[in-house]
């Protein structure tokens, strides 16, 4: 990675729309959906200016002219996954709880990258656990989700670490986590798999050994009455 990743992008002046060599940046609002934080790398921005040659485009016309540079900071955006962790995220929201009962958070929304193309696949988790002395606040939940889906990722690896990391925090009687993602990677190239999705899942602790409980969990995670479906 360069050292120049995060430079903080607000050019002083205007540069100048004429000069294809000026390649300060004005930043505009609409370059900053999607991106707050507005940092990018420039090196990596030359690299999207390269590639729209490749394409058989002038990335000099107007439209494309910012491109490299919202497709830079797009992409930090879109993978900011690999500067969060799991411990940062959950901060001080774990909790004494004597309850056994299960905790669901159905439908959290899922945006991630593939890491075979680099194309979107987005959809729902439905994350659930079963506490053992601690519980963890419910917006902690879709958090934990977002440091594994802001990667390049594959939706199985996801759903495991999405488990894996709710049960280190918590430590809890089991997990159940299941995804179901539709991947344009599949569906912009292929013909007949358009409206495919991918369900996948992870079962751990008591949602693998007690056919009870994985029921439940199984259950509420597809027939939870979603109105998408
Ligand atoms: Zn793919």
Same mark, same amino acid.
């Given at each position: 990675?360069?050292?120049?990743?995060?430079?903080?992008?607000?050019?002083?002046?205007?540069?100048?729309?004429?000069?294809?060599?000026?390649?300060?940046?004005?930043?505009?609002?609409?370059?900053?959906?999607?991106?707050?934080?507005?940092?990018?790398?420039?090196?990596?921005?030359?690299? *999207?200016? =390269?590639?729209?040659?490749?394409?058989? @485009?002038?990335? &000099?016309? /107007?439209?494309? %002219?910012?491109?490299?540079?919202?497709?830079?900071?797009?992409?930090?955006?879109?993978?900011?996954?690999?500067?969060?962790?799991?411990?940062?995220?959950?901060?001080?929201?774990?909790?004494?709880?004597?309850?056994?009962?299960?905790?669901?958070?159905?439908?959290?929304?899922?945006?991630?990258?593939?890491?075979?193309?680099?194309?979107?696949?987005?959809?729902?988790?439905?994350?659930?656990?079963?506490?053992?002395?601690?519980?963890?606040?419910?917006?902690?939940?879709?958090?934990?989700?977002? *440091?594994? =889906?802001?990667?390049?990722?594959?939706? @199985?690896?996801? &759903?495991? /670490?999405?488990? %894996?990391?709710?049960?280190?925090?918590?430590?809890?009687?089991?997990?159940?986590?299941?995804?179901?993602?539709?991947?344009?990677?599949?569906?912009?190239?292929?013909?007949?798999?358009?409206?495919?999705?991918?369900?996948?899942?992870?079962?751990?602790?008591?949602?693998?050994?007690?056919?009870?409980?994985?029921?439940?969990?199984?259950?509420?995670?597809?027939?939870?009455?979603?109105?998408?479906?």
């Amino acid at each position: 990675m360069s050292n120049t990743k995060g430079v903080r992008q607000r050019a002083s002046r205007a540069p100048n729309a004429t000069d294809p060599t000026d390649r300060r940046v004005l930043v505009t609002e609409a370059d900053r959906t999607g991106s707050p934080d507005a940092e990018y790398d420039p090196e990596y921005a030359r690299m *999207v200016e =390269a590639q729209l040659g490749m394409l058989g @485009e002038d990335p &000099t016309r /107007e439209g494309l %002219r910012r491109t490299p540079v919202r497709v830079a900071r797009a992409m930090r955006w879109l993978t900011r996954g690999y500067e969060l962790d799991v411990e940062r995220v959950v901060g001080g929201a774990v909790f004494a709880s004597e309850s056994e009962n299960m905790v669901m958070v159905r439908d959290i929304d899922l945006y991630s990258l593939c890491e075979h193309h680099m194309l979107p696949f987005f959809g729902k988790v439905h994350v659930a656990y079963i506490p053992d002395k601690h519980i963890v606040g419910l917006s902690k939940l879709p958090r934990i989700v977002e *440091v594994f =889906a802001r990667r390049l990722q594959v939706q @199985e690896r996801l &759903t495991e /670490e999405i488990a %894996r990391a709710i049960e280190s925090v918590l430590k809890p009687k089991g997990v159940g986590v299941v995804v179901e993602a539709s991947h344009l990677c599949m569906m912009m190239r292929g013909v007949e798999k358009q409206n495919s999705k991918t369900i996948t899942s992870a079962l751990r602790g008591i949602f693998r050994s007690d056919a009870r409980t994985r029921d439940e969990f199984l259950r509420l995670a597809h027939n939870g009455g979603s109105p998408t479906r």
